[in-house]
């Protein structure tokens, strides 16, 4: 595609549930970051993909958010059991190489309730 | 983490003003960028700097890269309503973008 995508928009869940969100990057790009942003903050770093490995989870909070990149395409955030702190929009970005400019999807708006 | 000292953290200005705002750090990057974020929306990038000293320009933006690898600036020239927004910086190193916590900028028409 033209640009990031992340599916879906907006996602309501209740506390305790498992959550997916799905990241279609720019075609051709190999480096993929998942970032999450809270209200009146700048990103916050997840994870970094090159390729299909996760050459850098330090970003992750705990346990219970975990990322893959099976084909080196796309990429699906995993969260279980949701708490409320959760709540926030979750940014995935794309570039062509290591350290170069990255393009970001609209994210998604997480809310747990 | 790193820190990014982004300012000033908002700023109101006449339309056809020009608009200043800086990003500095204690540590080196090796990459600035400069993004700007409406409402609802993901960041969307302006400006990519890559060399210590690197002047930048992309319409009525201008960025640099500051020659001690740590600071950054970016300059819009007069300004337009559709400007209205929050910028922010984002430094590399290591394997992640540091972000800037962004200046809000509004547009008095």
């Known amino acids: 595609g033209a640009g990031v995508s992340q599916t879906p928009s907006n996602k309501v869940t209740e506390k305790g549930k498992y959550v997916e969100l799905r990241c279609d990057p720019i075609s051709g790009h190999t480096a993929l970051y998942w970032y999450r942003q809270s209200l009146g903050q700048g990103p916050e770093f997840l994870i970094y993909?090159?390729?299909?490995?996760?050459?850098?989870d330090s970003g992750l909070p705990n346990d219970r958010f975990f990322a893959v990149r099976p084909e080196g395409s796309v990429s699906t955030l995993k969260i279980q059991r949701t708490e409320r702190g959760d709540s926030a929009v979750y940014l995935c970005?794309?570039?062509?190489?290591?350290?170069?400019?990255?393009?970001f999807g609209q994210g998604t708006r997480l809310t747990v309730v | 983490g790193q820190q990014l000292n982004q300012s000033p953290q908002s700023m109101f200005i006449q339309e056809g003003e020009d608009v200043s705002m800086n990003c500095t750090s204690s540590s080196i990057f090796n990459t600035w960028l400069w993004y700007k974020q409406d409402p609802g929306e993901g960041p969307v990038l302006l400006i990519a700097?890559?060399?210590?000293?690197e002047l930048t320009s992309n319409g009525r933006l201008t960025a640099q890269f500051g020659i001690t690898r740590k600071d950054s600036f970016l300059n819009i020239s007069a300004s337009i309503p559709s400007d209205v927004g929050i910028y922010f910086c984002?430094?590399?190193?290591?394997?992640?973008?540091?972000f800037g916590t962004g200046t809000s900028l509004t547009v008095i028409p």
């Open positions: 970005a794309s570039s062509l190489n290591y350290r170069t400019e990255a393009f």
């Open positions: 993909f090159q390729g299909t490995g996760a050459a850098d």
């Open positions: 984002a430094g590399f190193t290591g394997n992640q973008f540091y």
């Open positions: 700097l890559y060399k210590a000293g």
